[in-house]
């Protein structure tokens, strides 16, 4: 989760803007995926990107606000972490044991929703908690340094967070990158939640 989330903060901070919503984007991964698990009883792979898709959306509202309205996103992030956060105390409380404040437990109502660990927990002291989780984080973190660094689209997000009337008047779709970029940055921190709580933690 801590580096997902330093991800997705630096995502954002390499294409110029301030991603300050990293937390409510995690908060929503979490409500998200455990929903899906225990609400739904879903499997692993598809709570995973219910996280992704969860975060990527909190993103994408303060993108649309930055890009039509000019709201500044640090604002815009901060509000939208709280809202994020009452409204999965809301939704989880509908998947709660009814004698403690904590929701169901994966391994007891949905164990197809663990994260697979193939076999990587006995080089951790036999951790149940060590998945594909770390193996996944260290995919992540390559692919999203080559978008960054190596691709048109990559340079394109940086260009625009630099100056984004310049990448307007050369061509580039300033207002989709700037969504974008918070998409990408609200995914990761949607997908370092999933990576927690789906291991029965």
Sequence with gaps: PLIMTGLSVAVAFKTGLFNIGAAGQYVIGAGASLYCALGFGLPWYVCLLA????????????????????VNEVISCIMLNWISLYLVNALLSQVKETASPYTFTLSSTNPDAILPSLGLGALFSD?????IAIPLTIVVAIVIWVLLEKTKFGYELKATGYNK??????????????ILSLMISGALAGMGAAMLYLTGY
């Design 51 to 70: 996280a992704i898709a969860a975060g990527a959306v909190l993103g994408a509202i303060s993108g649309l606000l930055k890009a039509y309205r000019n």
């Design 127 to 131: 951790n149940q908690y060590v998945t």
């Design 165 to 178: 009337n310049a990448a307007k008047y050369c061509g580039m779709a300033e207002k989709r990158n700037i």
